[in-house]
């Protein structure tokens, strides 16, 4: 097992009826702006069940909605300009993980004096914490189970044609509130969607290269497992709770650290799937599918001995030589995408050999030339997986 230093402070609230509990989770003297996207929160009702909680104290509450999916900086900067006029001294992110990650975002750039007029610095870190003191606390109702950003401090903000990461041990919520039932309004594609993030953030932490990091492995199975067994349940039934409560615990728990603790990480097919994203909007999940299979055919070699392990211990494939297993756990993954409908080939998208170029472009100018556990995931191992998966 590989040494690690394991931080998560974030409380989780879960289960039906949870919401009652946010009158007890934010300070009762603060002054709190309420986040929120597109408008599904004030259709389903989820909204004014928050106001209604929070305004059990007498608190100054105020809000912001209009975070888009993928969200922009300029967005999140219009939030910024609220919360210095209006002092707020708390933020509750209500929503998908976009609306968390812009939030975080709005955390980092009001506290920092510092930035101000060049909050655009806080974006250029990549995968070092950004260098600040002080983040506005934050706690999030999830509606959207995918990213895990309920439970991390990661945000990844968009600005122009750049999708960027950006984090801070600061940006943990101090809570989030996982209620299921509070998902169940989600459109079934977007529950696809947040099957298929989860499974491949496991995937991510897993199929790397062993280093008898024996629970890491169980666990990261384990989830897989749940997901496989949950996933078509949960997006043909959405208001079956055992199933989407499921989904909800499986998604948190791929990515808040713990699975990823004392192992490898690869992350390759997220910086593929991000540009994919960023340049013709492809909904996140959407882009992982389309790189995943093109990804672990490409590199059966370096993953080897956790391709079989994944085989044999997700899937149960036990028969056949190490190719014939390998190439069957690619093809059970890619069928259990597409079984919840989602595609994992570029075409799908109207993505073609041009598109490809322009994400090998994207690539090298974000610097994206060493990626997976191994660095060696060159441009031109990229260009492979692209053309496959054309
Ligand atoms: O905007 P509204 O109107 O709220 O609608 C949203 C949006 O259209 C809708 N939605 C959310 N909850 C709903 C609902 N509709 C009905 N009922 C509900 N209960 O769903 C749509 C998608 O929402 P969004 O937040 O964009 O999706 P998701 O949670 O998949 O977040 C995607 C973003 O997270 C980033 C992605 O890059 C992308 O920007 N990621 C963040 C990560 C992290 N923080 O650790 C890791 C991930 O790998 C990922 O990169
Ligand atoms: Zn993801």
Known sequence: MLNFNFYNPT?????Q????????????????????GGGSVVRNGVLAQVKAELAKSARSVSEFGGIESNPKFATAMQAVER??????????AVGGGSVMDATKFIALAAANADYQGQEEQLLIHGFNPVPVNNAIALGTVATLPATGSE?????VISRGE??????SPLTFPKFSILDPELTYTLPAIQVANGVVDAFVHVVEQYVTYPTGAHFQDRTAEGILQTLLEIGKTTVDEPSNYAARSNLVWSATMALNGLIGSGVPHDWSVHMLGHELTALFGVDHA???AVVLPSMWRVRREPKREKLLQYAE?????????DEARIDAAIANTEAFFNSLGIATRLSAHGIDQQGVERVLQALEKHGMVALSERGD???EVSRQVLEMAL
Request: proline share 3%; glycine share 8%.
């Open 11 to 15: 409380q989780i609230v879960f289960g």
């Open 17 to 36: 009826g949870q919401l009652s509990q946010l009158d007890s989770l934010v300070p009762k003297n603060a002054k709190v702006l309420i986040t929120y």
């Open 83 to 92: 919360v210095r006029a209006e002092q707020i001294d708390f933020l509750l």
């Open 151 to 155: 439970m991390n401090c990661f945000a």
């Open 162 to 167: 750049d999708k960027l990461p950006v984090y």
């Open 286 to 288: 959407q882009s992982l």
């Open 313 to 321: 211990r997700v899937w149960g494939i036990t028969e056949g030589g």
């Open 377 to 379: 995931v060159t441009l």
